[in-house]
Antibody
Framework: EVQLVESGGGLVQPGGSLRLSCVAS????????MNWVRQAPGKGLEWVSY????????YYADSVKGRFTISRDNAQNSLYLQMNSLRVEDTAVYYC??????????????WGQGTLVTVAS | QSVLTQPPSASGTPGQRVTISCSGS????????VNWYQQLPGTAPKLLIY???QRPSGVPDRFSGSKSGTSASLAISGLQSEDEAEYYC???????????FGGGTKLTVL
């Protein structure tokens, strides 16, 4: 079955940086767009960023625009999220999710187990 | 505040039918299809319904979705204890140019 495994989470001080990774397996990674979705402790889901199959189209939520950068390496079956200028409110479990349906009709059929990012001094 | 509005909680007894509503606007639900996710405690979300009323393989037909205008609903019939979870609606928002979620509904099986 499709597998998505996130890593790179941890404790970081406000203003710091962190790079999340998501390794995909058991499907042709290059044929799917991907997303990052986060969930603050005890809160609901929040979409963070989208990247198309070839990286030609990228979207960000307003809350992270200018601070986060999504990227992918299809040869390594990997998705990344570079997070800079981190804020306390970025504390959350970050999930990578496989995109189906495309822009305007997107939905996510497989999710990773998530990686926890804690921003605190 | 979430772009889509869901009731924070819902409940039912085993065997009952429950519905969870999701209200949006003309820039999101009014123009785009709605998807539903189920999140069991301590786990990642799971796709439950896509394109308003389609079930992925493996999802029981006790779960059904519908959409009308700027609102959508998730119905669960023959409620079971394992259905106790958080349920989220989601869709694309043309004004925000990105996906949006409801705040989630915690379903309790009494």
């Amino acid at each position: 079955e499709v597998q998505l495994v996130e890593s790179g989470g941890g404790l970081v001080q406000p203003g710091g940086s962190l790079r999340l990774s998501c390794v995909a397996s058991r499907f042709t990674f290059s044929k799917y767009s991907m997303n990052w979705v986060r969930q603050a402790p005890g809160k609901g889901l929040e979409w963070v960023s989208y990247i198309s199959k070839s990286s030609s189209t990228i979207y960000y939520a307003d809350s992270v625009k200018g601070r986060f950068t999504i990227s992918r390496d299809n040869a390594q079956n990997s998705l990344y999220l570079q997070m800079n200028s981190l804020r306390v409110e970025d504390t959350a479990v970050y999930y990578c999710a496989r995109d189906v349906g495309g822009v305007g009709a997107t939905f996510w059929d497989y999710w990773g187990q998530g990686t926890l990012v804690t921003v605190a001094s | 505040q979430s772009v889509l509005t869901q009731p924070p909680s819902a409940s039912g007894t085993p065997g009952q039918r429950v519905t969870i509503s999701c209200s949006g606007s003309s820039s999101n639900i009014g123009r785009n299809s709605v998807n539903w996710y189920q999140q069991l405690p301590g786990t990642a979300p799971k796709l439950l319904i896509y394109s308003n009323n389609q079930r992925p393989s493996g999802v029981p037909d006790r779960f059904s979705g519908s959409k009308s205008g700027t609102s959508a609903s998730l119905a669960i019939s023959g409620l079971q204890s394992e259905d106790e979870a958080e349920y989220y609606c989601a869709t694309w928002d043309d004004s925000l140019n990105g996906p949006v979620f409801g705040g989630g509904t915690k379903l309790t099986v009494l």
